[in-house]
């Protein structure tokens, strides 16, 4: 295939995050001519991770996406558009809650940056229409899709489980409707996320599909002496996981 991979991640391959593409990426990178990683913060780069030979890692949009003074100068320093922007905070009623309210002017900011980002560095003229946008995460990066209407290449998406769930957002992610109708494949890694999302926008469903994350087989841990059953997790000890 004579085309390329842009990859939109939070910060991989820097830090520990998103370790399920450390694997996912090889496969990824024996179909794509080139595969071009854009992250969105790069926070911890003394920790940076091996890719494959054919993928390379662009500048990243914030040094971190925390540091409000970075996200503020970026978010309004620029040339993109806020007239979407001002439809939706008064369409959403953002202004009835500071919470609210909060989230939309994260969102006003963030994708700003990312816009005036991609324009700044010759990003989205680059992609061409045989080429896929790949966004790691339904939030974030991803949540400039509304913007950018000049986009023709393929667009995907894969849906963990914060970036699915609107209650864990405060019930408010800002022109949802209008970020998934520009999604060309919803991938979701749970079943669970796929049915909660396609149940409320029920026009994605034709485009998404289940697809886990997942590992390669190392085998059974040599230190195992017998043959007795042990449940192990990964996962983070937090409530949302139930590991208990």
Request: aromatic content about 14%; hydrophobic content about 40%; proline content about 3%.
């Amino acid at each position: 295939m004579k085309a390329s991979l842009y990859l939109f991640t939070d910060s991989y391959p820097f830090g520990y995050g998103e370790s399920f593409l450390e694997t996912e990426i090889k496969y990824l990178s024996q179909q794509f001519e080139a595969i071009k990683i854009i992250p969105l913060e790069d926070y911890s780069r003394k920790s940076e991770r091996s890719i494959p030979e054919n993928a390379v890692v662009m500048a990243s949009l914030f040094g971190s996406h925390k540091n409000r003074g970075e996200i503020i100068i970026k978010g309004l320093f620029n040339f993109s558009p806020v007239l979407k922007h001002l439809k939706e905070f008064f369409n959403s009623k953002a202004y009835t809650s500071f919470k609210k309210l909060w989230l939309w002017g994260t969102f006003l900011l963030l994708t700003r940056a990312g816009i005036a980002y991609l324009k700044s560095n010759k990003i989205l003229s680059s992609i061409k229409s045989s080429d896929i946008c790949y966004f790691y995460w339904g939030l974030r990066w991803s949540q400039i899709l509304p913007f950018l209407n000049e986009l023709n290449a393929g667009i995907i998406v894969r849906f963990h489980g914060s970036d699915v769930y609107e209650n864990v957002n405060n019930d408010y992610m800002p022109m949802r409707a209008s970020q998934l109708e520009n999604i060309d494949k919803a991938v979701f890694i749970s079943q669970c996320g796929y049915n909660y999302l396609t149940s409320r926008y029920a026009f994605i469903k034709k485009r998404s599909f289940v697809s886990r994350l997942g590992t390669l087989d190392h085998g059974k841990n040599p230190f195992l002496k017998d043959d007795t059953i042990k449940l192990v997790s990964c996962s983070n000890l937090v409530p949302v996981k139930r590991v208990a």
